[in-house]
């Protein structure tokens, strides 16, 4: 049995790889990525054994997706379907001041018409924390409810439920983003959520420090992690506020640097750390992450530790 | 002004590099394919201007698929979309026992909304020819309707009216494309079709000779052409059956050899060529197109009249 | 749990590309391959839970093994080690008169010091098959003892025992292969051959009916199946012989095709079909693999299925 | 009809796509590159009509130059040539200290023998811009009374006629430029000039705004653009001088800058703006230019727009 | 000091990686060939210490060429220019019916003014054969007074002169090459020439056996070897004909297969082989340079041995 | 003969292109490097006749590493051998803060048997330097005996003797380095050495010009040049210390750096530099080095000047 499962959309990952713009590409480089399975993939690599589950179609698209994900050593529980389409998004990397864009072709996919009925409850359970994030819910009115259900019987079952804001302007309006998620709050023990969101989503203002504070009071969470990007997290428990600054990184890949940063804050908690040794170590893991290309943190125990302890030499050998 | 024009969908076409299967597959060759585009280009080839008419989405992968149109030479006459997907395909490239298996992806797409009136009708009936396949109304009602509408307004305008059959297995049954297709039938001067499709759609029997002579006679047509893949095919016109042989060829990507047959027997057609002699020059090019990785037709009209007189030398140097 | 459980080692697979020569190589395909993982995903594929188990390093080299092979869907139980190399091979690819050749790189690995002790006994026991090849005790001493007792163990547990003689000439001789592998037969109940090996090895003569029936009577073997390349298989049970022909194919990849023939094979004795159709269903196996780069079967059940009912069309869409 | 008519050289652009130096390179990346068609692909991208003169080799490495600046969305107007090669030039990409190195091989090439008379002068009267650089003239006798016949044809048509210097000293000396240019200095409207070829060719002094100043007086053009590279670039109008800063970029290519700078001003100012408001989308133009592989610049209007009013984000989804 | 010493062009050659049409290319192989370098290295394999001397540019593109023959073991002597262009080709592959084309760019060469006395004659005169091929004098009239002299030089220094025929229809008429190669003839101790030129060039008539007859006495040559593609070679030698077979081969590249015929009989006859053995080995190696990708037999004499016994296993592991 | 003779195992590199991680790797890129092979080159680039000695596996691998050095133009003298592994080692490339890491796999290869008598000693004897590094007899007991006696070798025959101490711990503790190197040190006339070497292995303490006095007069070397990565390096000779900075560069691969700089400054010193200047054109190969991918400085003497007298310009046409 795993000790994190986490559930939600992961897509085909197509990008041009090296940097031409979509108009013009002749080769995709082909990866899968998506927030939960990231998640579970960063948790797995510090030590917690994690599970991710979706609904994903009976066709070579999804098991492409599904054979990735094994291949990184998580488990996986798959609703296979018959019907719906393998989501799919396309990725433009660019530096300034044209920025990276990405293109999602996710409608009518097969986790949309996913159900809480069509995964064993079980597992969800027997975990000790439930992981999803905020765009599930966007997906489509069924994951709505789905997501209800799922974090109703995580808390049912004692499960820990912890969760990612992660709105997505692609997806869904900042007022439908709200009335939505808002709703699961009660439901949730760990928010992850990043500043801006807590900004234009949920109308909070102030410095991080006070958006931590007044989500985790307002809202009643165990814990509550607001995210900076590159100027670092806070994290707020038991009414009080820790700092933690982003390592220096040189940059291949920004995306899944989030997901890394939550799965290792997880993966820790889950070992006992406490929330600034935890937060330290998701800051190591999401700074590993952005040496690696794809959205997936391929990390090692030891090479966190050793950027929590020392930052790595230039070259070793 | 271009003297054929041709309407339907051209999606981007995705396949594995080096035969890898779908599911283990880590990066995809990107191109463009679809039967109206194949049919301009090849026409456009052996000398035949040609225009491609298309709703496309104004997205990256929408320029993309027209931006790789425009380079092989044909005019695009575009109603650019901001709603609807790109249509994508997957192909999966195997020899026996496997055989190539090609995924659509294509619901939802932009041209399945695309009305008559989103177009030029004076492009149309100022060509030549207009032409048009099956496959068009397979994907939407709407574009059912927008295919009778374009082939009236080209018989309204005295432009000549062909049609390959193409029945698709995946996008519908052969009752609704026997039923579909049938009533465009008065409308049509120039039938191409599959010596398979006339038997198990259309319910005819007998030698392919027998096809395209029932075919020619119970339904009025000018011209009809059975084809039979590598067996060559048979040409029927003013009564006449002529039948043409394949050419021997190392095949590299059988997909568009049907496409490149019929743009080349139209090219050659409008040129003032007889039937016989345009089927030659049909399988020709239709034997280049195999040695052409991609759906195009890439020839060279010197290419098809060294292929019609003598096939080539091994290495010409 | 696994109903087939396999041992033995797995190599990072080095070949060039396009057919370079290894003299002249720029840049290699990078993939895994092993006889007893092959046969654990063949068998996989065709719907038995398998497990592969084996020692591999505790190294990035080692762990790229394991992750490819669970993205291929089955499980994995490894003795990671501090010590050994990942052994690798290479690959040079050609037709004739050149031939394909095979470089070892697999002195002093990480497998080669495997104690059965190192394994979890139940894994074997609860199965219903154990499956290892005669490349295992080819490899060490040690592995001698391990395989010895891995048998063993199985015939204890009342786990059928599945070997496939599989004669590695680079890795020892004539003499000692027949030595020590005709030790191990008395506790095996299925042994897979090839002709050649048996003529070459064992010193068996007469046709392939003759080698399975004279092996299959000497040794008390419950199975034999003697194997014969492109010509096909015999196999050998309750004293009758079947003869099997090897389906046409175009080819890829010649490599792994034994093991995909071997895993299906066990695949469907354990879905309870006789000899006759086993071999049928291997032999389609086989066929297929023949298509697929590198040395895994990456077949669907209802890819086997369409081989064995009438073959593939060339073209599906 | 075209708003912007160029006219010059585009060649084969060949490059190692990983930094390998030319000596020990396997593989090159294929492109075409010419400054007047980068000019007319970048106008054109701001919503310019534009169409590209030239002459070109009937051959598959001349049709493959053409079918690129096609798909790039802009018009060829191609005199096709028996006679004379395809121009080629080789890419060395390096940073600090080696440098980029470009090594033509654009010898006795079929544009070399273009006269005026193999192109439609009605196409260059009826446009609005006629654009050609220094480059052009530079590459043979013959071109430069093509130069001046085309020149002169437009002023005589009414016709704006814009030049970029673009002295290439790979090409001729500072004194045949110098004596070559100037004589066409009178029939021309706008000139782009780089700073430092105003000094170092036509021996100019003083700051950029002194060099833009003295050459709009001394040659009574309507319009001079200096540029400074990532300095920014000078405008000289009506006596009036402005100043553009550069945009910080992420550069990936700086090989075709220049051009997206020239064509952008043009197209803005073919739209109606003011000299200021050209250079500031002009500079925009060069700054995601530089994000962009290869000579050309891919860039949308919406992309421009987005770089003056804000700098994009770092990542859109 | 080598034993064989070739003289003549080695072009840069630039290949579409898989198949695509040249007009369509993103992308080239790079590779170098040139008849003597290639007989050299061929020769070199066989066990022949061997030299190319040539007349190549100081410039990347010629170092490149020089590293890459250097690197398959042959010695190179150059005479390094700072005039002359790198000769370049580009090899569009493909079967029937469309074939493979070479587009030669190998005007304005540095090697089309070498002259002899920028080489050591003492390097021809010590070596034991002297080889060049007609291409070389084909390239320029200097080249013809140069392989006249150094064909001379050779004569006077007891060096064998061996030539390869080798018209290229693409450098020269049937007529001019008659006239210039005939004169070399009486300096030439054999001669290697395909039957179709013997014909079409010098008027011969009759079957092989009795073209190679009627060169062998009307010129005086030692050795006559008449070619013929994938239907063996005859060689004449001291009035007596003997006739050699081509091997099957699994053809990957076609080009080269002559050169390494003669580099192989030119090493065997070197070694001590009779004429007929000679032409064996010439067999074998042609029939193994088919298998390798690019113009050079880079083969092994193991490799040649197996092919002359047996021919190689399918798979050898 | 060479002036500069080299001794030392080149290992084949294989590393992912693009950044991926080892154990998610499906590609690598193959190259050759070492340290001594990687001096040999640079010295050769800067007009030092030089030659690699080693022994090598009679294999493809084997001639792989052999024919990549003799493309880069120096001469090899090797040991062919029927025993033993061609060492590979594999590189993962990061930034901060992961950092580049290094995997060995160079046990039981043929290098470690190397024996003096298997070279000839004129070679060194000849030659005006003889050079290698504490890498190689890390490898092997017999390697110390053989660098022992190579060493005094060299020195019997005038020949100046240059070291690269090199401490690599993946191949032994600091002690047995100490131990092991500095019985070298009494023959040896030239010691590059890190810094950080000096300090952690030998146990010197100071700054680094401290660092090249004390250890230049401790131990009676002509020349100690101590590196400092990029902060430059010092040159102590006849009792001066020589200050020399690095230059700035854009970097591409850090590997090989060192030996750039020492094969340089070899070269220049052969070339009658004195040690400041010598260590000027050392900084800069150095620099350009790093511009570079694979471990080896393809740079030419002009390059270097140029970087020396003003660094390149950004682009050059």
Not at 59 to 83: C, F, M, N, Q
Not at 174 to 188: D, H, R, S
């Amino acid at each position: 049995m795993s000790d994190l499962v986490t559930f939600g959309e992961t897509m085909l990952r197509l990008s041009p790889p090296n940097g031409e713009r979509l108009e013009d590409v002749r080769e995709f480089e082909v990866l899968a990525g998506g927030a939960e399975s990231n998640v579970a993939v960063a948790a797995q690599r510090l030590g917690t054994p994690s599970t991710w589950l979706s609904k994903v179609p009976e066709s070579p698209l999804g098991k492409r997706v599904v054979s990735e994900l094994r291949g990184y050593g998580i488990e996986t529980d798959i609703a296979w379907s018959h019907r719906g389409r393998q989501g799919t998004y396309y990725i433009e990397r660019a530096g300034k001041p044209r920025g990276t864009k990405v293109i999602y072709d996710r409608d009518d996919t097969a986790i949309a018409t996913a159900e809480a009925r069509e995964f064993d409850v079980d597992r969800i359970q027997n975990a000790r924390v439930f992981f999803t994030t905020g765009i599930t819910p966007a997906l489509s009115s069924t994951l709505r409810d789905t997501t209800a259900s799922m974090l109703k019987a995580a808390r049912q079952g004692g499960t820990t439920t912890a969760f990612d804001f992660n709105y997505r302007q692609k997806l869904w309006s900042t007022e439908e983003a709200n009335e939505t998620l808002t709703k699961f709050f009660p439901g949730i023990d760990v928010l992850v959520i990043a500043a801006r969101d807590a900004r234009a989503v949920l109308g909070f203002e102030g410095d991080p420090r006070q958006l931590a504070h007044k989500l985790g009071s307002q809202y009643d969470f165990e814990t509550v992690v607001v995210t900076r990007g590159s100027e670092g997290a806070i994290g707020w428990h038991d009414s009080v506020v820790h700092e933690q600054e982003a390592y220096e990184t040189d940059t291949v890949s920004k995306i899944g640097t989030g997901d890394a940063f939550t799965g290792a804050f997880i993966a820790r908690r889950l070992a006992g750390d406490d929330v600034p040794t935890a937060l330290e170590y998701a800051a190591a893991t999401a700074a590993l992450k952005r040496t690696i290309p794809g959205d997936v943190a391929l990390v090692s125990e030891e090479e966190v530790e050793a950027v929590v302890s020392t930052g790595a030499e230039e070259v070793s050998r």
